[in-house]
């Protein structure tokens, strides 16, 4: 079955740039999309096909895909920022089931 | 406002049948695809399956087919997971969520915590 890869914590100071990547082999063929998800709450989506924000995202949050990595950048991360992050993505053939990744926990230090 | 209700929590005990809903409204119910995502207890996201409630199509994780059903009242706006036979690793967090085309998920539910234990 197929799999994304993120790494499992990233850490930085407010007001730095936190990069979380996603690594999938049918990234270059498939659309990625990243949730931020909060304790206790439910998850968020924050970028859609790759590098668009939906409405009410703050600015600082932005994607990007180079070959089989796409990353999740936040610029000016603030304490708020603070969350697990789960990028989401098809296989070549775009097939059911649209696998995440196994979650990436943002600590703001 | 897309709004997505779930159930409250639930409480059952090994061997039991449950069933948990969601109900949308905002939107054209029967125009979206809904689906269901499990989060086991200090885990990740996965994906069990989806339904649309224009006509019932239905499309399963190979993890999840047979493990659960899944199932939809367009008079209602309400889609439905359900168990036959509970077991203890059905322990979790179940959400539901819109899924428009493209795969993804655009509005989630707040979720349903369901605990098995006997």
């Known amino acids: 079955s197929y799999e994304l890869t993120q790494p499992p914590s990233v850490s930085v100071s407010p007001g730095q740039t936190a990069r979380i990547t996603c690594s999938g082999d049918?990234?270059?063929?498939?659309?990625a999309y990243w949730y931020q998800q909060k304790p206790g709450q439910a998850p968020v989506l924050v970028i859609y096909k790759d590098s668009e924000r939906p409405s009410g995202i703050p600015e600082r949050f932005s994607g990007s895909s180079s070959g089989t990595t796409v990353t999740l950048t936040i610029s000016g991360v603030q304490a708020e920022d603070e969350a697990d992050y789960y990028c989401?993505?098809?296989?070549?053939?775009?097939?059911?089931?649209?696998?995440f990744g196994g979650g990436t926990k943002l600590t703001v230090l | 406002e897309v709004q997505l209700v779930q159930s409250g929590a639930e409480v059952k005990k090994p061997g039991e049948s449950l069933k948990i809903s969601c109900k949308g409204s905002?939107?054209?119910?029967?125009?979206?695809?809904i689906g269901w995502v499990r989060q086991m207890p200090g885990k990740g996201l996965e994906w069990m399956g989806i339904i649309y409630p224009g006509d019932s199509d239905t499309r399963y994780s190979p993890s999840f087919q047979g493990q659960v059903t899944i199932s939809a009242d367009k008079s209602i706006s309400t889609a439905y997971l359900q168990w036959s036979s509970l077991k203890a690793s059905d322990t979790a967090m179940y959400y539901c969520?819109?899924?428009?085309?493209?795969?993804?998920?655009?509005?989630w539910g707040q979720g349903t915590l369901v605990t098995v234990s006997s």
């Open positions: 049918a990234l270059p063929k498939q659309y």
């Open positions: 905002g939107y054209s119910f029967t125009s979206y695809w």
């Open positions: 969520a819109r899924h428009p085309t493209g795969g993804y998920f655009d509005y």
């Open positions: 989401q993505s098809a296989d070549s053939s775009g097939t059911y089931p649209w696998v």
